[in-house]
């Protein structure tokens, strides 16, 4: 089952307006991560929050986390043609060895020209 | 580095037919993961290995699948027999260190079984 849960699952956007998309999950984590897929790519990792922080930046990208309500969020700032892909939360629970990572079931964002 | 490989890179196979995904991590990474993609279900964590040592295998789905680790540097996931349901994209990714805060995904293997 999956973990993190992805809202909303698709998004269409103009260029230059911003994106924001949600993640909710269920246990306690590590860390929560957020990924990008091109289509009929692999994951690409854009940036990771830890459980004792609440708010990332990097570059375009903001991500806040509330551990009270098992959610994180991710804006991307002045959307590009080029940010049209699959984003994923995939959140770090502790496995036997190292951290496990589940994935959200994604959010498929496209920007328009 | 050239990053995760996996090959092949698309796979047509009739039911029945065993089938094996290979993957090479990135040099010096640890972790390696197994990640099988279906519009239905998501991103899906199939098994996971540290230091070629298989450590949670709970997402397999029957005795069907298998995946070995013989050493750092190769992986394998074997499906026998396949069947049209084992449908999917299947993603290797690797990993340097115990808290895995950032995957290395391969380019995956497109698999389909008619």
């Known amino acids: 089952s999956q973990q993190g849960e992805e809202d909303p699952q698709a998004l269409s956007i103009q260029e230059g307006e911003n994106a924001t998309m949600n993640c909710s999950y269920k246990?306690?984590?590590?860390?929560l991560q957020w990924y990008r897929q091109n289509s009929g790519r692999g994951l690409v990792h854009l940036i990771l929050?830890?459980?004792?922080?609440r708010e990332k930046h990097s570059g375009r990208l903001r991500v806040t986390l509330d551990t009270s309500k098992k959610s994180s969020s991710l804006l991307i700032t002045a959307s590009r043609a080029a940010d049209t892909a699959s984003y994923f939360c995939?959140?770090?629970?502790?496995?036997?060895?190292?951290?496990?990572?589940?994935f959200g079931g994604g959010t498929r964002v496209l920007v328009k020209p | 580095d050239a990053g995760v490989i996996q090959s092949p890179r698309h796979e047509v196979t009739e039911m029945g037919q065993e089938v094996t995904l290979r993957c090479k991590p990135i040099s010096g990474h640890d972790y390696l993961f197994w990640y099988r993609q279906t519009m239905m279900r998501g991103l899906e964590l199939l098994i996971y290995?540290?230091?070629?040592?298989?450590?949670?295998d709970s997402g397999m789905p029957e005795d069907r699948f298998s995946a070995k680790m013989p050493n750092a540097s190769f992986s394998t996931l074997k499906i026998q027999p396949s069947e049209p349901r084992d449908s999917a994209v299947y993603f290797c990714?690797?990993?340097?260190?115990?808290?895995?805060?950032?995957?290395?995904f391969g380019s995956g293997t497109q698999l389909s079984v008619l």
């Open positions: 246990t306690s984590i590590n860390n």
């Open positions: 929050i830890r459980s004792n922080e």
């Open positions: 290995f540290n230091n070629n040592v298989p450590i949670d």
């Open positions: 995939a959140t770090a629970t502790r496995g036997a060895a190292g951290n496990k990572l589940t």
């Open positions: 990714a690797s990993s340097p260190s115990p808290t895995n805060e950032k995957l290395f």
